[in-house]
């Protein structure tokens, strides 16, 4: 027959409260360590009980692994999003995703002279955080480039094949 749809809603009875909650943490912590396994990912878990205790379960050997891993993941986030909001402002940036140029070029104005010189600390993690930025999509466009020519390539290769193929039917024809 199946099981009942549950009303998902507060529980006022305390008791059941505690049992339900005890049941679905446990249901809860199962999925993940499953999700960990079948998708090869890490997982981390908090869980704070309305009695404020905590429950972790983490799948790294560290729980501070995966945390210092997603707070590099977020800063990482936040500064591509500065670059391109500060791009987008200076000198009216048109083309981030395509070749960089003008990102490029603002890079380079403040490596120029001695301006590097008069930045403060956050002012160079910012440049240097554009730095790595403009690596990573030059990388990507490289290796965008180097698929569209092993794709035509192939393409090729298998024009070829097929040419070669109705050259050999011809000569056995003959």
């Keep these: 027959m199946g099981r009942v749809k549950v009303e998902v809603k507060r529980i006022p009875d305390k008791k059941r409260r505690q049992v339900t909650f005890s049941k679905r943490k446990n249901g809860l912590i199962k999925k993940a360590g499953d999700l960990a396994v079948l998708c090869d990912v890490e997982v981390a878990l908090f ?100 698929m569209d020519t092993v794709a035509a390539m192939n393409d090729k290769a298998k024009q070829l094949r097929q040419e070669n193929d109705a050259m050999e039917d011809k000569v056995s024809e003959q």
């Design 47 to 146: 869980i704070i009980s309305s009695t404020g205790i905590p429950y972790q379960f983490s799948t790294a050997p560290s729980l501070r692994q995966i945390l210092e891993r997603y707070v590099r993941h977020v800063e990482e986030e936040a500064a591509i999003c500065n670059i391109v909001n500060e791009a987008k402002t200076h000198d009216g940036l048109k083309d981030i995703n395509g070749e960089g140029g003008r990102l490029l070029e603002m890079v380079e104005r403040q490596l120029e002279g001695e301006y590097i010189e008069l930045l403060n600390i956050t002012q160079l993690i910012q440049l240097e955080n554009q730095l790595s930025y403009l690596l990573r999509e030059t990388r990507k466009r490289k290796t965008q480039v180097l």
